[in-house]
Structures are given as C-alpha cells and as structure tokens.
C-alpha cells in the first residue's frame, strides 16, 4: 500500500515540531517528547501519522525515527 503525502498545509503545529527536530537526526520518541515540549501521547498519535503518510519512517526497531521528506518543502 502507498502512502498518502501530506500537504504542507495539512501539518498542524505538532508535526511542525516534530518535524523541526527530525530535519536535526533521527530521534527517539523520548526525546522528542524532551525537545518539543508535547506530550508522549501527542508524539506517538503524530508520528503515526507521519509515518502512514510517507514522510517519517521507523529507522530501528528500538523506536528510532528518522526524516524521509518535508512537506513543507514541496
């Protein structure tokens, strides 16, 4: 199944945040969770998110997260 590319648009300020701090390296949700202030609820819900659509993607099994693309770039 292919994934659906968000649109620039589309991202609310969570994924903004989220996105800020991956454009930097791969991160963990912990960290991320250190780094945006959000909470590990609103990190886990928004990295599904992310990564249904294309843009992240799990780099370890260890819950390492890493950039693919920006939508804010297109």
Same mark, same amino acid.
């Given at each position: 199944?292919?994934?659906?590319?968000?649109?620039?648009? &589309?991202?609310? &300020?969570?994924?903004?945040?989220?996105?800020?701090?991956?454009?930097?390296?791969?991160?963990?949700?912990?960290?991320?969770?250190?780094?945006?202030?959000? /909470?590990?609820?609103?990190?886990?819900?928004?990295?599904?998110?992310?990564?249904?659509?294309?843009?992240?993607?799990?780099?370890? &099994? /260890?819950?390492?997260? &890493?950039?693919? /693309?920006?939508?804010?770039?297109?």
């Amino acid at each position: 199944m292919q994934a659906t590319k968000m649109e620039a648009d &589309e991202l609310i &300020e969570s994924d903004r945040k989220i996105l800020d701090e991956l454009q930097k390296g791969r991160c963990t949700p912990a960290v991320l969770v250190d780094w945006t202030g959000l /909470s590990k609820q609103t990190i886990h819900n928004r990295l599904n998110v992310l990564v249904a659509a294309g843009h992240v993607e799990k780099a370890h &099994e /260890s819950g390492l997260y &890493e950039l693919v /693309s920006d939508p804010r770039d297109d």
